[in-house]
Nanobody
């Protein structure tokens, strides 16, 4: 199982970025792909997740209405569209494979390498 995160960068407050997580290896059909983020000195926090088979989505309260998670099964890719970015969204964003409906990083067993998102004020 491999996950490859990409799409991070530097953006001004109010701007947008789209992250991509390309997956490969064993089937993901019984799992979710989720995005977490980790700022310096803080724990890894849940951002959003999507079940691979049914497409159910889950969001942390602090991103509802601003971020949208989606998947393209043919491309084996999960996207995180991030709009109205704030300086407090600055973090390394990780994608991982985990149990559907879980918001804990302990329920995720495989992770991508992370991609840096920096939002300037």
């Amino acid at each position: 199982v491999q996950l490859q995160a990409s799409g991070g960068g530097l953006v001004q407050a109010g701007g947008s970025l789209r992250l991509a997580c390309t997956v490969s290896g064993r089937t993901f059909s019984s799992y979710a792909v989720g995005w977490f983020r980790q700022a310096p000195g803080k724990e890894r926090a849940f951002v959003a997740a999507i079940s691979w088979s049914g497409g159910s989505t889950y969001y942390a309260d602090f991103v509802k209405g601003r971020f949208t998670i989606s998947r393209d099964i043919a491309e084996n890719t999960v996207y995180l569209q991030m709009n109205s970015l704030k300086p407090e969204d600055t973090a390394v964003y990780y994608c991982g494979r985990g149990w559907v409906g879980s918001f804990s990083s302990r329920a995720y067993d495989y992770w991508g390498q992370g991609t840096q998102v920096t939002v300037s004020s």
